[in-house]
């Protein structure tokens, strides 16, 4: 005899159930009762680690809400098979590029998309979706938009509503909210899927939910600005004992001298014992204020000035709402070795190329606000590094070297520099999906990983700030981390953190009682990413050369940072070629000095080139380094003309824009000299600084205002922009700026629509939408 029942779903945390007696002659076996939990998938897209971050964290916290996920990413379609899931999906994909799917998402998107798909396809599928994005750019979440309104059109159904996170103003403010309110989402699918399921069984209608609406969507608010404005910061239970929750990992730390790298540094100061959690829970911790809190002086917080390391009430007498401990999952170990390898031997595979500067000018006047330079590089020997105008490369560049020897030291492994690193998966790890990340090969040496592999300059993540907390000694310290990666502290970890754009070591350095093992900067840190650059030449013009131009970027002094510090890329640029430089207003030395050579890339994928079609007119706008791709396009159609002179060339117009005439104006020479020789029919220059005014705007009277910025020139004219794009299907290149130029162009942009061709706001956006889906309006921008 067999016997089924159906447990009911109480609050959600009870299963089916599934119970067989069986009886046998002269036998009797009686199976014991087991719980199945119910599953769901969670797939991700990720380009740069922030959204399999976000869905491994769902896959661990999964267990605590008696859930069983299963994590894959988007590339490995041989672990999931959506054409037959009957279990909830939750999508979490991040947007790269002008709106691009991440590496990994791209085959998935392209599968998706086939026009051979059945509008029924996906009709059994229940799912939600959170999209990373970022608002400087245009294309805000565009492959999570894209996926979803596919998903929509072959059938699929939403059981929670998309959330739509903005890194240009902090992840958080909606991943959080929208977090929270997953669980209850999944569980009502998962009621709903297990009622349709079960309805035809005899008295299996009693035991579910009586509620079981058809799409489960709760109303979650998404308000981008105000979601923490009057949002309770009191933990739905009372305050954790944070002595129930926490530990002395003193004698622990103290006992264990294998080789292991989490135990190869120096020990946590005397007098103030490392706390470290006994359990890494995946639920948030509700951590109580201190009766006191002084700074490390002993001087009250009320009598100091808020910064990284101190905080004002009311946040320094706040319970706080502490993320979950991640889950550690590798094992690192350091094995000594005879033989030292070269530093950059691992660099070399088949994209990757070597070659030399051959000439470096500085372009911009010694007093400009910023200086911008001028590389050439011969490529003369690498012939797959053939390019077009327009196409974009990266610049392979190490961490500094200051820097490296900072961190060894930090860490206490300065007398293992060159020792191995041996990375392994923890055997009891309870991270899901974990696995060794793949930009850490084996047998490198510890110089290597931290001058290459590790992006040491990355701004720590809140996950990263929780897990520091477990090895920082003084209590002060260790409280203030907490602050920084809790709720109630996100307008200070923006403020102090990720506004000011510190890095891990500045960090390390502000939180001295912290020594975190190198096995925690393994799990945390992203790896080291190339540089993109804009070719700024045309090969046709320039054979075997490359050019492109940049500014050097420099982060100013700030709480955590006592003194400023260039960019990574520009700044090591910078080192390399500062020898040879040739400054403006001075001849070259004949046998200057030899420059050395760097490793670049070219990016595989591009459409930010000039129209095919030699007749089409466009429009270049790209102020101060922005300029750069243009100098390509002008260059290259001043060739065309010469090998083709009988053909009918489009108009072309460029929009450009610096601080002082005499200062910034970058490649004024050729420039000019494409205007008198009608390669370029219009060039339409503004200062932003100063009385300066562009000589040759005769048609700006004085009753008009100087433009200062080229969103006001495309605003002057107007009319033959709105002609250009509109009625003779001509194109639009942005480059530069993300956060404020191509906004205001854009804004601008739509303006002049509404004002040309008399229509309102939204058809003038449409119009504009409209340009970007045929390729005619193209922008190439960076934050």
Same mark, same amino acid.
């Given at each position: 005899m067999v016997v089924f029942r159906v447990a009911a779903f109480h609050n959600f945390k009870k299963v089916v159930l599934w119970q067989s007696v069986c009886n046998l002659s002269n036998l009797e076996v009686c199976s014991m009762p087991c719980e199945a939990k119910p599953r769901f998938l969670v797939l991700y897209g990720s380009q740069k680690g922030q959204a399999q971050s976000i869905a491994?964290?769902?896959?661990?916290?999964?267990?605590?809400?008696?859930?069983?996920?299963?994590?894959?990413?988007?590339?490995?379609?041989? @672990?999931?098979?959506?054409?037959?899931?009957?279990?909830?999906?939750?999508?979490i994909v991040s947007t790269t590029g002008d709106g691009e799917p991440p590496d990994n998402a791209l085959q998935f998107v392209k599968r998706i998309k086939k026009k051979t798909l059945s509008t029924d396809h996906y009709k059994h599928l229940c799912y939600a979706l959170l999209a990373l994005g970022d608002t400087n750019y245009e294309n805000f979440c565009n492959c999570g938009k894209t996926i979803e309104r596919r998903l929509q059109?072959?059938?699929?159904?939403?059981?929670?509503?998309?959330? +739509?996170?903005?890194?240009?103003?902090?992840?958080?403010?909606?991943?959080?909210?929208?977090?929270?309110?997953?669980?209850?989402?999944?569980?009502?699918?998962?009621?709903? *899927?297990?009622?349709?399921?079960?309805?035809?069984?005899?008295?299996?209608?009693?035991?579910?939910? @009586?509620?079981?609406?058809?799409?489960?969507?709760?109303?979650v608010q998404l308000n981008l600005l105000s979601l923490n404005d009057h949002q309770s910061c009191e933990s739905v239970g009372a305050s954790v004992d944070t002595n129930a929750k926490y530990a002395s990992a003193a004698s622990s730390s103290a006992s264990d001298t294998q080789t292991a790298v989490s135990d190869l540094r120096p020990a946590s100061?005397?007098?103030?014992? *490392?706390?470290?959690?006994?359990?890494?829970?995946?639920?948030?911790?509700? $951590?109580?204020?201190?009766?006191?809190? $002084?700074?490390?002086?002993?001087?009250?917080?009320?009598?100091?000035?808020?910064?990284?390391?101190?905080? /004002?009430?009311?946040?320094?007498?706040?319970?706080?709402?502490?993320?979950?401990?991640?889950?550690?999952?590798?094992?690192v170990s350091l094995q000594d070795m005879d033989i030292m390898e070269p530093i950059v031997r691992r660099l070399n595979n088949e994209s990757l190329h070597e070659v030399p500067i051959y000439r470096a000018v500085q372009m911009t006047r010694g007093d400009s606000v910023k200086t911008s330079l001028?590389?050439?590089?011969?490529?003369?020997?690498?012939?797959? *590094?053939? +390019?077009?105008?327009?196409?974009?490369?990266?610049?392979?560049?190490?961490?500094?070297?200051?820097?490296?020897?900072?961190?060894?030291?930090?860490?206490?492994?300065?007398?293992? %520099?060159?020792?191995?690193?041996?990375?392994?998966?923890?055997?009891? $790890?309870?991270?899901?999906?974990?696995?060794?990340?793949?930009?850490?090969?084996?047998?490198?040496?510890?110089?290597?990983?931290?001058?290459?592999?590790?992006?040491?300059?990355?701004?720590?993540?809140?996950?990263?700030?929780?897990?520091?907390?477990?090895?920082?000694?003084?209590?002060?310290?260790? %409280?203030?981390?907490?602050?920084?990666?809790?709720k109630q502290g996100a307008t200070d970890y923006n403020l102090y953190v990720r506004d000011s754009n510190l890095s891990v070591l500045e960090l390390l350095a502000a939180f001295p009682s912290c020594w975190p093992p190198l096995s925690l900067l393994i799990e945390h840190l992203p790896k080291l990413q190339p540089r993109p650059y804009s070719a700024a030449s045309s090969c046709l013009k320039h054979p075997g050369k490359l050019?492109?131009?940049?500014?050097?970027?420099?982060?100013?002094?700030?709480?955590? !940072?006592?003194a400023g510090r260039r960019g990574l890329c520009t700044g090591w640029l910078f080192d390399l070629i500062n020898p040879g430089l040739v400054f403006p207003g001075k001849p070259e030395c004949a046998g200057s000095r030899?420059?050395? @050579?760097?490793?670049?890339?070219? !990016?595989?994928?591009?459409?930010?080139?000039?129209?095919?079609?030699?007749?089409?007119?466009?429009?270049?706008?790209?102020?101060g380094t922005g300029v750069a791709p243009f100098i390509g396009f002008l260059q290259q159609r001043e060739k065309e003309r010469q090998e083709n002179p009988e053909a009918v060339f489009g108009e072309t117009w460029?929009?450009?824009?610096?601080?002082? !005439?005499? %200062?910034?104006?970058?490649? !004024?020479?050729?420039?000019?000299?494409?205007?008198?020789?009608?390669?370029?029919?219009?060039?339409?220059?503004?200062?932003?600084?100063?009385?300066?005014?562009?000589?040759?705007?005769?048609?700006?009277?004085?009753?008009?205002?100087?433009?200062?910025?080229?969103?006001?020139?495309?605003?002057?004219?107007?009319? +033959?922009?709105?002609?250009?794009? /509109?009625?003779?299907?001509?194109?639009?290149?942005?480059?530069?700026?993300?956060?404020?130029?191509a906004k205001d162009v854009n804004d601008t942009l739509i303006e002049m629509i509404k004002t040309e061709l008399q229509v309102d706001q939204l058809e003038a956006m449409k119009r504009l939408a409209g340009l970007r889906e045929e390729k005619r309006y193209l922008q190439d921008i960076w934050g």
């Open positions: 491994e964290g769902i896959a661990e916290e999964a267990e605590d809400h008696g859930l069983v996920a299963e994590l894959s990413c988007l590339n490995q379609n041989e @672990k999931y098979n959506l054409e037959k899931e009957n279990a909830p999906v939750v999508f059109e072959l059938g699929a159904k939403q059981f929670y509503a998309t959330g +739509y996170a903005d890194d240009g103003v902090g992840l958080e403010v909606v991943v959080d909210p929208w977090l929270e309110g997953l669980w209850k989402a999944i569980k009502g699918a998962l009621s709903k *899927m297990a009622s349709d399921r079960t309805g035809p069984l005899k008295g299996g209608a009693e035991d579910l939910p @009586k509620e079981t609406p058809d799409s489960y969507i709760p109303d100061p005397a007098g103030s014992p *490392m706390l470290a959690s006994q359990s890494h829970g995946t639920a948030s911790v509700t $951590t109580s204020a201190p009766e006191t809190q $002084t700074g490390d002086v002993g001087v009250p917080h009320d009598a100091l000035a808020a910064s990284l390391t101190c905080s /004002l009430p009311p946040l320094s007498e706040s319970s706080l709402n502490v993320p979950a401990l991640p889950s550690p999952y590798l094992d001028l590389l050439e590089l011969d490529i003369s020997a690498n012939p797959m *590094m053939a +390019y077009q105008p327009g196409d974009s490369f990266d610049v392979f560049c190490p961490n500094r070297a200051t820097e490296v020897e900072d961190m060894l030291h930090r860490l206490g492994l300065q007398d293992q %520099r060159n020792h191995h690193v041996h990375v392994s998966l923890k055997k009891d $790890t309870r991270k899901k999906g974990a696995q060794v990340p793949s930009h850490i090969p084996q047998n490198i040496s510890l110089l290597y990983l931290l001058t290459w592999c590790l992006e040491i300059r990355s701004v720590p993540k809140k996950a990263f700030l929780r897990a520091l907390v477990e090895h920082t000694g003084d209590s002060v310290q260790r %409280r203030r981390l907490q602050e920084l990666c809790s050019h492109f131009v940049f500014n050097v970027v420099e982060f100013p002094a700030c709480s955590g !940072r006592p030899a420059l050395p @050579k760097i490793h670049v890339s070219l !990016r595989p994928y591009c459409s930010f080139r000039p129209p095919s079609d030699l007749s089409v007119p466009f429009i270049m706008v790209g102020p460029l929009f450009f824009g610096c601080r002082h !005439r005499d %200062r910034d104006y970058l490649f !004024r020479e050729e420039l000019e000299g494409f205007v008198s020789s009608g390669i370029l029919n219009h060039l339409k220059v503004c200062f932003s600084r100063g009385d300066e005014q562009e000589q040759g705007e005769k048609e700006i009277t004085t009753s008009v205002a100087r433009p200062r910025y080229v969103q006001h020139n495309l605003l002057l004219n107007s009319q +033959y922009i709105t002609e250009i794009l /509109l009625r003779q299907n001509g194109c639009l290149y942005v480059c530069g700026d993300a956060k404020n130029m």
